[in-house]
């Protein structure tokens, strides 16, 4: 009887997380689909397949322009993001402080926070400081927002290398600096490329903030935003759309190889026991390997 109402219930539970993920993936597979539909609505029965929608992403100078500010402003903050992220996590293994470990509370707590909290705080913050919605209110603000995901990753690599690598290169005579730049650096070098390649794309799709802090220059998710308000515009915005999920699908998927094959280069390798060799007068010597 218990055997099969663990399997009754088992089967449920595969149910369950098979309608969860068509829920929650389905409208994302569609907009790829009607991308390549040919008719301005998004409805079904498909009309034909077609490539003109991806056509007239060419030559549309605001496209361009919001394209480019999304570019530089992501590249910009993920490297903020990941600096801190650097600085931020070490800090917290290694700095033996308890400013330090509030620190790193503190820049993890951003992604606890609702993104309209956010983008409203940093309104008044930049107003007050008299920098007013610009291009550099939307990299700080990105820097935020990106901070905890580089936290989390970097700390993670940082705790999975051993520390019997650092203390060896202290107890040679090396600084705490030498360590970290010439050590602890080079074998976060894959941890470090996932952490910002994350960040650019927190960065690159980030819309809440943007939309409180955007001045006359907007990024790419407000120049979609703005494009939704026209019914003829949603072909183009859905396979512009598309091209955004491909590159980020391609990024993520390399970030996420990048930090497991760097967690999987410092992981303890188990030690072979010893065994026997056979000496000339036929004894058994055992050695160790």
Not at 68 to 85: D, H, M, Q, W, Y
Not at 220 to 244: C, D, E, H, N
Request: aromatic fraction near 10%.
């Amino acid at each position: 009887m218990s055997i099969a109402r663990r399997q009754g219930g088992g089967r449920w539970l595969g149910v369950y997380v098979i309608a969860y993920l068509v829920f929650l993936y389905l409208p994302v597979l569609l907009i790829p689909l009607f991308s390549f539909n040919n008719s301005i609505q998004a409805a079904f029965p498909l009309q034909g397949l077609t490539l003109q929608w991806y056509a007239t992403l060419y030559g549309n100078s605001a496209l361009s322009g919001a394209l480019l500010n999304s570019l530089v402003i992501a590249a910009i903050a993920a490297t903020g993001a990941t600096l801190c992220g650097i600085t931020v996590s070490y800090m917290d293994l290694y700095g033996r402080s308890p400013l330090a470990v509030t620190i790193s509370a503190i820049a993890r707590l951003p992604i606890l926070i609702p993104g309209v909290i956010v983008g409203i705080s940093l309104l008044i913050l930049i107003n007050l400081i008299g920098l007013g919605p610009s291009r550099i209110a939307i990299v700080l603000g990105h820097i935020l927002v990106a901070l905890p995901t580089t936290v989390v990753i970097m700390r993670s690599r940082f705790a999975a290398i051993p520390k019997t690598i650092r203390e060896a290169a202290l107890d040679l005579g090396a600084s705490d600096w030498t360590t970290f730049r010439r050590v602890m650096l080079p074998l976060s070098l894959p941890a470090i490329v996932s952490a910002f390649m994350l960040a650019f794309l927190i960065s690159f799709d980030e819309f809440i903030v943007v939309f409180f802090l955007a001045g006359t220059e907007p990024t790419l998710p407000l120049y979609i935003w703005s494009q939704l308000r026209f019914p003829k515009s949603l072909p183009t915005v859905m396979a512009l759309g598309t091209s955004i999920l491909a590159v980020s699908f391609v990024i993520a998927a390399i970030a996420e190889i990048l930090r497991h094959r760097g967690l999987s280069a410092t992981a303890p390798r188990p030690v072979d026991p010893p065994q026997p060799k056979q000496t000339k007068r036929g004894e058994l010597q055992w050695h160790s390997t």
